[in-house]
């Protein structure tokens, strides 16, 4: 009978809540004592509903109708009380209580609030399928809408977020909105109808752009409610049937982009953007494409979605580029190309961007050098005559679409609407200048100006760059510097034994020398230069008052034998002496002190040289130049080393010093020689604008003062930043190639010194932290992505390995070109990847072969000599072959190989006269087998004689074995 009664008064409470809805004015035509009393009984129902125990889960009438009844009485009662207030205030006869109420909540709608709470607290707020939180959510939407300064604006978005929360769960995580309670209320499913209310109210006021930062896009929680928006679109507003088209025109397949709809939903013009540009924000590229391509076919005009497009399909082709892994270059390829074709058709949409321009050629650049790489490799990967036309005709079409990126995006920087990137446009356009083959005026200008703009933009030039912190801008300007001096590098080296063009190897000379008397050479930062009306960069008098002139004083006892252990420069004095020094004094200790580090370096090379084995070793002394501690072993008591000092007591003497950039050091033999001073000394001791080339030097001298200059600057960057990888490249490479300055031993130092022990560096390896699960330890990846392009790194590293395996090559060595055969021959795993799989497996190849082709050939000038040698000696040369067999039958790599080399050796060794059976392989192990355990057990046996047993020839009295 309760059940009966509770049915009946729902469906009363529908049909009446059916009749109000459909016609508002039905109220109006109750007199005003039914009204009250349909109040009234709508109030009792509610007492009912909620005067229940707190254990009780079901409604004793199972509808929240009431409250939206109650709801529509109250609002036509305050409907007429508003109207009769407007008639009032027409005849002039308002009165206060209407004003008094004009700031406070209307008593509607703070119903709507309280049966929210008071539902909610039973969790009962969305039965009846949501119908009280619908007409709370169309009530409190109309109210934000009403004025753009609401007096209750606050508590109206509260309360709406309460609404969604409790009908679809949005947000999820509730602990994001501190407001939001927990009503356990059971949710109602999102429909198309009653999506645009929920969208528009959390879309963003501002649509974010391709370049915004990553906080503009929408949240993560935001993303869910559109994806679940997405899956409530109709088919008539679908763009999915038009996805196809769009792609097959921006892969190239088509020439024409599909028309878009005639009408588009006003959710629809938005709604998949919104979703491309937050999965595009947080790297999702293939969802991101998926959605920007939905946009594009109901938005083809839209700049930002075909930026967004470009930049994920050039990002994956980044990563792509960027993996080790084997790849698909045809699919590479493909992607770059549809990457450039969505930058065209944004920038066909907004030329003016400067942005899209940089991104445009960045991607550009990415895929020219891609190509170049293939084609180096031409051989490597076995390309075909097509293929590698292909290439080349790519390669030039696309160096010069970088070009023309860049020098738009100049353009737009010029006329005002850039983003202050002028750095990095001249810093590409450089290096595109280099590879199109232009002249050094061109690319080098580039490269100086992007330097110059660096400066502008207040770069810090710290003396020791951390890697994880590096100071602004400071990893950007050592890479400029870097930059400029590795290519006049390769210019000086490709013209060292030919001549070299006049007017190009004028213009190398002076951009070395501009280049050292810029503010990074000097560590001058901005606030201590200034910038000439011609562009240059000038360093600011170190110096600004001039004082008066007095005798020049020695500050170098070190040169004397003292055992003065620091020598600061005369600049950091200054600063701390109450008389100041002349300018002309400065400028001679700049020179001197880095005369003392050329001489210096020079006498510990040749004492190293000179030095018998059996000597005392000599006393070592620690000099400080500036802040770079040098060692340096101290000359013997009879000797004395200094620096003649008479000659620039006069003032055109002085100059000459300065102006020639060299002086005469007395080296500890009484000789004279030429120490042309370091970069920054020259820079400190050059005050004029440009300095001319003194006429007594020849081409092949000016050359090679000029490649010193360049290796001192890479010294220079390996002080500043240690992990400059490259700079030790070039070291080692201009130690191998160079004709003058050819040095092995150097340049296996460059490339595999531990940093520990002596050596003639003073920096560890590339090579140094090289471990046995690990070839490439300790080598990073330089910080910025304008620096570290994708698939630089991976190149970097095969052409130092090509290095190293030619320096070994050259010192037959042939134990370290086994040991690194072995190294690269380990599959790493997927994130220790410093080589592409390619280009790793090929190297080991080669290394492998030239390997034991140097044992074998070792072993065959020993056989062909007249006269022979004695058999212990073609023995070792044997051994040499068995050893390294040995390391590869330990690492399980090429045992084969090495084993039929094992085999032929020991025919060689054997002239040819060996047994049948058992197969030569064994009989050549046995026998090194038995010499290695003889060599073994006479060096134990050596090894516990006493010392004066033993004959000068280090044989033991007894002779040894025959």
């Known amino acids: 009978m309760k059940q009966d009664w509770s049915n009946t008064i729902v469906i009363i409470l529908s049909d009446v809540h059916r009749c109000i809805k459909q016609e508002a004015s039905l109220l109006g035509s109750l007199d005003t004592v039914k009204l009250a009393r349909l109040a009234h009984n709508i109030i009792k129902l509610i007492n009912i509903q909620m005067e229940v125990s707190d254990s009780c889960t079901d409604m004793p009438i199972p509808t929240v109708l009431p409250w939206n009844i109650l709801y529509y009485v109250l609002k036509h009662e305050e409907d007429k009380i508003h109207s009769l207030a407007a008639c009032k205030k027409v005849e002039g006869t308002a009165g206060g209580d209407c004003a008094s109420l004009s700031g406070t909540m209307p008593s509607s709608l703070m119903l709507l609030f309280t049966a929210h709470e008071y539902l909610g607290r039973r969790s009962w707020c969305t039965s009846s399928e949501g119908v009280l939180l619908f007409l709370c959510v169309d009530v409190m939407t109309g109210e934000i809408k009403k004025m753009s300064s609401h007096p209750f604006y606050e508590d109206v978005i509260m309360g709406l977020e309460q609404c969604f929360y409790c009908l679809y769960g949005h947000p999820t995580r509730r602990g994001k909105v501190k407001h939001l309670q927990e009503h356990n209320a059971t949710p109602v499913s999102l429909t198309w109808e009653r999506s645009p209310v929920v969208f528009n109210f959390f879309k963003p006021a501002v649509l974010p752009e391709f370049d915004s930062l990553k906080t503009s896009t929408v949240s993560s929680e935001l993303e869910v409610l559109l994806k679940r928006i997405v899956a409530q679109v109709p088919t008539e507003y679908d763009p999915s049937k038009l996805a196809d088209a769009v792609v097959a025109y921006i892969e190239g397949t088509s020439d024409t982009l599909p028309d878009p709809p005639e009408s588009v939903d006003p959710i629809v013009a938005i709604l998949y953007y919104l979703l491309g540009d937050y999965y595009f924000k947080n790297k999702e590229f293939v969802k991101a494409i998926r959605f920007y391509t939905l946009d594009v076919a109901v938005n083809p005009s839209r700049k930002d979605s075909w930026a967004g497009l470009a930049l994920s399909r050039s990002s994956q082709l980044e990563q792509r580029i960027n993996s080790c892994e084997p790849k698909n270059e045809g699919t590479i390829l493909r992607r770059g190309m549809s990457s450039l074709r969505c930058f065209k058709q944004a920038l066909d949409i907004d030329p003016a961007n400067a942005s899209l321009w940089i991104e445009y050629g960045s991607a550009t650049y990415m895929l020219l050098s891609h190509i170049s790489r293939q084609l180096k490799r031409s051989k490597q990967l076995g390309l075909s005559e097509e293929t590698i036309a292909s290439h080349e005709t790519k390669k030039i079409e696309y160096l010069s679409l970088a070009k023309k990126c860049y020098e738009c995006a100049n353009q737009c920087e010029a006329d005002g609407i850039g983003n202050n990137e002028m750095w990095l446009n001249h810093y590409l356009l450089g290096k595109i200048t280099h590879k199109m083959k232009e002249p050094p005026a061109v690319y080098l200008n580039h490269l100086y100006l992007s330097l110059q703009y660096l400066h502008r933009m207040n770069a810090k030039y710290p003396r020791k760059i951390l890697y994880h912190s590096p100071p602004y801008l400071s990893i950007e300007s050592l890479e400029l510097y870097y930059k400029i001096h590795a290519l006049c590098f390769k210019f000086l080296m490709k013209y060292e034994e030919k001549p070299a063009p006049t007017d190009e190897l004028e213009t190398v000379r002076m951009y070395l020398e501009k280049t050292s008397k810029s503010p990074i050479a000097l560590f001058q930062e901005r606030s201590s230069c200034v910038m000439l009306e011609n562009g240059d960069l000038e360093m600011l008098p170190l110096i600004k008052k001039r004082a008066k002139k007095r005798a ?15 020598v600061f420069r005369s600049r950091h004095r200054a600063s701390t002496e109450s008389i100041t020094e002349p300018e002309e004094v400065t400028v001679v200790r700049e020179i001197l002190d880095s005369l003392v580090t050329v001489v210096t370096e020079k006498l510990a090379a040749e004492e190293k040289r000179n030095q018998p084995p059996a000597s005392q070793e000599s006393a070592v002394t620690t000099i400080v130049l500036g802040d770079s501690p040098l060692r340096r072993k101290q000359p013997p008591s009879n000797e004395v080393i200094c620096i003649d000092l008479t000659g620039t007591e006069s003032r055109a003497e002085l100059q000459r010093l300065i102006d020639g950039r060299q002086t005469s050091v007395i080296t500890h033999s009484g000789k004279f020689e030429n120490a042309p001073a370091t970069s920054s000394s020259v820079a400190a001791a050059d005050t004029t604008k440009q300095t001319t080339k003194p006429a007594d030097v020849s081409e092949t001298e000016l050359k090679q003062i000029l490649l010193k200059m360049c290796v001192r600057a890479m010294r220079d960057c390996l002080s500043r930043f240690p992990q400059h990888f490259k700079s030790l490249y070039y070291l080692a490479r201009y130690h191998c190639h160079s004709k003058h300055a050819r040095n092995l031993q150097l340049s296996y130092e460059y490339l595999m010194h531990s940093g520990q022990g002596k050596s003639d560096i003073s920096s560890a390896g590339l090579f140094a932290e090289r471990k046995n699960t690990n070839f490439f330890t300790g080598i990073w990846h330089t910080p910025g992505d304008e620096i570290d392009r994708p698939g630089s790194f991976a190149s970097h590293m095969k052409r130092s390995v090509v290095l190293l ?32 799989d390619t280009d790793r497996i090929y190297l080991v190849k080669k290394c492998f072969k030239q390997a034991m082709a140097i044992a074998q050939k070792e072993l065959n000038d020993l056989m062909n000599e007249e006269p022979p ?16 067999w040995q390391a590869f039958q330990k690492a399980g790599v090429f045992v084969e190989e090495a084993g039929d080399v094992l085999s032929e050796a020991y025919k060689t060794f054997k002239l040819g006269e060996v047994d049948s059976s058992p197969p030569i392989l064994e009989q050549a192990l046995a026998f090194c087998s038995r010499h290695m355990a003889r060599d073994a057990l006479l060096k134990s046996q050596e090894s516990m004689m006493p010392k004066e047993w033993m004959t000068p020839e280090g044989f033991g009295i007894f002779g040894g074995f025959s």
């Open 869 to 884: 040698p004695d058999e212990s000696v073609l023995i070792s040369g044997l051994l040499d072959v068995y050893k390294a």
């Open 552 to 566: 020049v004083t020695t500050d170098h006892d070190y040169l004397e034998g003292v055992n003065s252990a620091k």
């Open 805 to 836: 395996m030619e320096v070994l090559r050259l010192r037959r060595d042939v134990d370290k070109m086994v040991y690194v055969t072995v190294q690269l021959s380990r599959n790493p795993d997927l994130d220790k990847k410093y080589l592409r």
